[in-house]
Nanobody, 120 residues
């Protein structure tokens, strides 16, 4: 069973930077799309950023210009570089990947989440 494991969360001050990692137990190249989501306290999980297997990226308006998503297929790892962090970025961040298991079947895999706290 393919697994995704996040790491890199922590407590930082506003304006600081943090890099999250999402490492696949298998070949990350099997995922045709990968995403980061965030669940802030008392809110529903929201989409943050996406990277496709061709390298195309997209971002939620709230993080555009501050966050950068990337993937390293050699290291089987996806990253989220977060700059200029704000208190409202405080959330549990989840990585997600979609891969085809057959011509007609898609598997969605979620990581367990990593906590990011931005506080002065």
């Amino acid at each position: 069973q393919e697994q995704l494991v996040e790491s890199g969360g922590g407590l930082v001050h506003p304006g600081a930077s943090l890099t999250l990692s999402c490492t696949a137990s298998g070949n990350i190249g099997n995922f045709y799309e990968m995403n980061w989501y965030a669940r802030a306290p008392g809110k529903q999980r929201e989409w943050v950023a996406q990277i496709l297997d061709d390298g195309l990226t997209s971002y939620a308006d709230s993080v555009k210009g501050r966050f950068t998503i990337s993937r390293d297929n050699i290291k089987n790892t996806m990253y989220l570089q977060m700059n200029s962090l704000k208190a409202e970025d405080t959330a549990i961040y989840y990585c997600h990947g979609s891969r085809r298991t057959s011509a007609m079947s898609i598997q969605n895999i979620w990581g367990q989440g990593t906590q990011v706290n931005v506080s002065s």
